[in-house]
């Protein structure tokens, strides 16, 4: 009895610091070393030890200090037929970003050296995800904004379907994110856990994206085709796929992705890594036909549209003195406290 009065009087404490006025107060303004991007490091681990507990508990001081700052950049989603009246931008990728604006493979090897265990790593980006679009939210909102309709995505792989009950926890936390969110199953994944998230997108509604990559076994991708709502060309197809068309293959280009299309039943195909020069996406502008399949682009180069620009941005083109990024918003907020 004492520990659930325990647990309700944490969940509660919890709940309270991520309000969205609350968690405005938490976001980390000057951490050094002046980080272009909002971070929360009392909040990340306040929830990570709500979660996992007896994991956070055994992991050294270091490592959770590493944890609490991790945060995320966007890569931005967009339709490569746009309406006229409207923004292209269909949704973002969140990505993984430490401190020091380093990727996920940076963060992987720190994270080996700190001995933190890849279940921590995973969540506390999962966390950082859903806090900074709980932040974007209200920051729109305040803005006058509507509340968008955009989807974002994030990888999720055996560390996430290893624990269930934390990622239903999670998502009871922010249940904003449950029909926002679109979860990247990565091709690393094995058949033996095909039942495993099949279930999760039946027990708690979550939302498929399918990486289409040479990485994943054909059997798991066979199986998972009919869950996905997105099917993602990952960046290496994508410059293939530009390669071939420059070989004049253009009519089998359509030809594949029509039926790639028909088979997958998917109402929207991503491709990764096609810029706006693209001579690709130019052929698909004027060739594509299939009004049943939609299909977006994602780059890294691309700098977000309007409205979007003033919250997102691309982190390899940050400079402290313009201040850019989703972050911008937050300075001049605090700012204006002041």
Known sequence: MNQELKQETSLDGLSAMLHPENLKQTVAISAPPYLPFPCFPDVIGAVLEYLMPPEWEELNDRGKNYLKW?????????????????????????????????????????????????????????????????????????????????????????????????????????????????????????EDYVTTIRTLAEDLGIRFVLDDTNKMDSRVHQKLLDLADWIKIDFQATASIEARLQEGQGEQILLHLELYAHGAGSPVIVFEGLGDDSQLKTFLQERWRNSETSLYQQSRERLPVPPWDRYFGLIQDYHPEEKGLFYQGLLVDQEKAS
Do not use: W
């Not at 604006?101 to 265990?117: R, T």
């Open 70 to 190: 991790i945060s995320v950049k966007a890569e931005a989603i967009d339709t490569l037929f746009p309406e006229s009246s409207e923004s292209p931008t269909r949704g973002f990728e969140l990505l993984a970003i430490n401190r020091e604006g380093n990727g996920f493979a940076k963060i992987i090897e720190q994270s080996d050296e700190l001995k933190i265990p890849s279940v921590l790593l995973r969540f506390s980006t999962l966390i950082a995800t859903f806090l900074t679009v709980r932040l974007l939210l209200r920051k729109m909102n305040e803005d006058g904004l509507p509340v968008p309709s955009l989807f974002f995505t994030q990888n999720v792989d055996a560390d996430y379907l290893n624990y269930p009950r934390a990622l239903q926890n999670l998502l009871q936390l922010f249940p904003e994110c449950q029909q926002m969110f679109h979860f990247e199953v990565s091709e690393l994944l094995t």
